[in-house]
């Protein structure tokens, strides 16, 4: 798998190539209820990661895997026409195990409908300043920055943030915003949709589908590319 969660991170320092980059972390207090939404944030990026092993073609660091290319054009050649369609763009993504930062978020944001229940809201998020995708537990710049966490697997070092933390801040516009359903079956129903697709065609298809050289190098889901990670805690005292 070429990705690293930044929250397995057990060192201060992750190799960049041939260089070290320091990495500092900040602790931040957050209620009870944000740190479990975190988590799940947190279990949710380890799932996109798990179903799309090949990662992001538009990443430098993930277009070093042979298969992330041409996998990522399958899976836009795929759902070519249903653009901003969660289902489509999800159950595209799921099966040739890749896509870019809006496929990305297309999954989490169906993992998210499945794991919230009804009284929260999954959003599928773009910001066109920053030309970038992600999903939302709440609804960003209507409910408080402090409280909606962003669910974004696309850094190379991903964790949940708050959206006051994201490096999107304050910029977003909304897909999708609906109400979580507390069980399974959407992203396999979404899938679903995928299952007659002959890949020999798709490959073929994908002939005339040109998609350019990786052109981004985002590690960090932080403002400004910072270095850091963020650790939520809920404890009065920290150490």
């Known amino acids: 798998m070429p990705w690293t969660h930044a929250l397995d991170l057990a060192k201060p320092t992750v190799k960049s190539g041939s260089t070290d980059v320091a990495v500092s972390k900040m602790q931040k207090f957050v209620s009870a ?3 479990q939404l975190v988590q799940l ?5 380890r799932e996109v990661r798990r179903l799309l092993p090949y990662g ?11 298969e992330t290319g041409p996998n990522t054009a399958l899976t836009q050649q795929a759902y070519n026409g249903h653009y901003a369609e969660a289902q489509h763009m999800a159950g595209a993504a799921v099966t040739y195990g890749a896509g870019t930062c809006q496929d990305q978020a297309a999954v989490a944001y169906i993992l998210l ?11 599928f998020c773009y910001s066109d300043s920053a030309h970038h995708c992600f ?8 409910d408080p920055a402090d409280k909606v966490v962003i669910v974004d697997s696309w850094p190379k070092y991903a964790q949940a943030l708050l959206w006051q933390d994201h490096f999107c801040y304050p910029h977003v516009g909304i897909y999708r915003q609906k109400a979580g359903v507390g069980q ?17 065609l798709d490959a073929l298809g994908t002939l ?3 998609f350019p050289p990786a052109q981004y190098n985002h590690k960090w889901g932080r403002k400004n590319e910072k270095p850091e990670i963020i650790v939520y805690h809920n404890d009065l005292i920290t150490f």
Do not use: M
């Not at 944030?41 to 990026?45: C, E, Q, S």
């Not at 992001?56 to 895997?65: G, I, Y």
């Not at 409908?113 to 959003?123: F, G, I, N, V």
């Not at 999903?135 to 209507?142: D, E, L, S």
């Open 184 to 200: 399974p079956g959407k992203l396999a129903r979404a899938k679903a949709k995928y299952a007659g697709r002959n890949r020999y």
């Open 33 to 35: 209820e944000t740190l």
């Open 113 to 123: 409908r499945e794991r919230l229940d009804s009284s929260k809201t999954a959003c």
């Open 208 to 210: 005339y589908w040109h």
């Open 135 to 142: 999903a939302a537990i709440g609804v960003p710049n209507t």
């Open 56 to 66: 992001a073609a538009n990443q430098k660091f993930d277009f070093k895997n042979t």
């Open 41 to 45: 944030g947190d279990a949710v990026i």
